[in-house]
């Protein structure tokens, strides 16, 4: 177990959370990175305490897309009532707390800002230790708290704004083996979603749609496919998408087969370069202990399905979050919270928000 028990701790707190007579730490987490407001609660033994998340949907629905100064003010009007009714879920209360992470970055740098300050004041207030935390490092640690993988493991991190590989071999030791040269997976389900008129967010309903669909109906490419290296490419297939979409007229069926034939691409463009990273480590004598999936777009099934069974081919074990923990959320900022603060680590309150932070950068807060 990740716990362990602690009569002593050098860090003061009037109350300590007491679970049949033994003390863990309570971490509390808030994501605002884009367009859900999250707060979530976890403490050592791997327990999620609460998990709410408000959604923008409807706000940035009529837009096909993320309106970052939308976002920023949604967050500002709900982050309040979140933080409270996470509180509650977990029967807890600021006092309750031994500190509060919040994401700082990379993300939309209105709604990242909203969430860093009440971070920042919640710790000062409660005078608690802060930790200002990656946002791609919460995803990539997510693994850890629901599967309790160990360390080195090969992530493939898919969401809307990233999409890599990287060797994962600590607490802030991050090797990138291949990351996307132009659009991440995410932004191509949105913008395929969009030429088909389907809405938004794309990457559920292009895989709903494609449930009903057949993935050999167009002939799509597979970008980088058979290539040197771990590299990603996503803009030369939407463009392959509307091209072959151009003078059609959008009925159902035809939906469906292109949903289909683009779900099928991508499964195995990911499919080629995941492999290609696996083939890499094993060459380089690195072990792993597993191959990881993480971030929205993880959770399609489709996706999720094919790295599965390269994984078992490859003979590693495949790990991936629920669904509902792949997207963002206040779970995965806290539980990243824990694993840095439990290392001694903490973060000054003057520690900035950023629009940009690669993972693989070293800290140097």
Not at 199 to 228: C, I, K, T
Not at 261 to 283: F, G, M, P, V, Y
Request: with cysteine; glycine share 10%; aromatic share 6%.
């Amino acid at each position: 177990m990740f716990f362990r028990e602690r009569p002593v701790y050098k860090r003061q707190r009037e109350t300590l959370y007491r679970l049949n007579e033994t003390f863990f730490m309570l971490v509390l987490g808030i994501e605002t990175s884009c367009d859900d407001t999250g707060v979530g609660i976890v403490d050592e033994t791997r327990t999620i305490r609460a998990n709410v998340v408000a959604s923008q949907l409807q706000q940035h629905k009529p837009y096909g897309g993320v309106v970052p100064e939308i976002a920023a003010r949604a967050h500002l009007d709900v982050i309040d009532a979140v933080l409270e009714e996470a509180l509650a879920k977990a029967g807890l209360s600021l006092k309750d707390l031994d500190a509060v992470a919040a994401t700082t970055g990379p993300g939309l740098i209105g709604g990242v800002m909203v969430g860093s300050m009440v971070g920042k004041a919640l710790a000062a207030v409660q005078k608690r230790p802060f930790l200002a935390i990656n946002h791609l490092e919460a995803h990539a640690l997510m693994a850890r708290l629901t599967h309790d993988v160990a360390f080195p493991y090969l992530l493939l991190l898919l969401s809307g704004g990233h999409c890599q590989l990287l060797l994962v071999r600590g607490i802030g030791n991050y090797r990138l083996l291949g990351r996307t040269i132009d659009d991440a997976v995410g932004e191509c389900f949105d913008k395929v979603a969009k030429m088909l008129g389907l809405g938004y967010p794309g990457g559920p309903l292009v895989e709903r749609a494609a449930s009903q669909g057949n993935p050999r109906a167009f002939a799509l490419p597979r970008p980088m496919l058979g290539r040197d290296g771990c590299d990603f490419s996503f803009s030369g297939l939407k463009t392959a998408v509307r091209t072959q979409l151009h003078g059609r007229t959008l009925t159902p069926p035809l939906v469906s087969d292109m949903a289909a034939s683009l779900q099928e691409a991508i499964a195995d463009t990911i499919d080629d370069r995941t492999r290609h990273a696996l083939d890499q480590i094993r060459k380089e004598n690195q072990g792993i202990t597993a191959l990881v999936a993480s971030g929205g777009a993880a959770s399609n099934a489709c996706l999720r399905a094919r790295l599965e069974s390269l994984a078992l081919e490859k003979g590693v074990p495949f790990a991936a979050p629920p669904p509902s923990l792949c997207t963002d959320n206040g779970v995965m900022v806290a539980w990243a919270g824990l694993e840095r603060f439990r290392r001694g680590e903490s973060d000054g309150f003057d520690v900035a928000a950023r629009p940009r932070w690669p993972l693989e950068e070293k800290r140097t807060a």
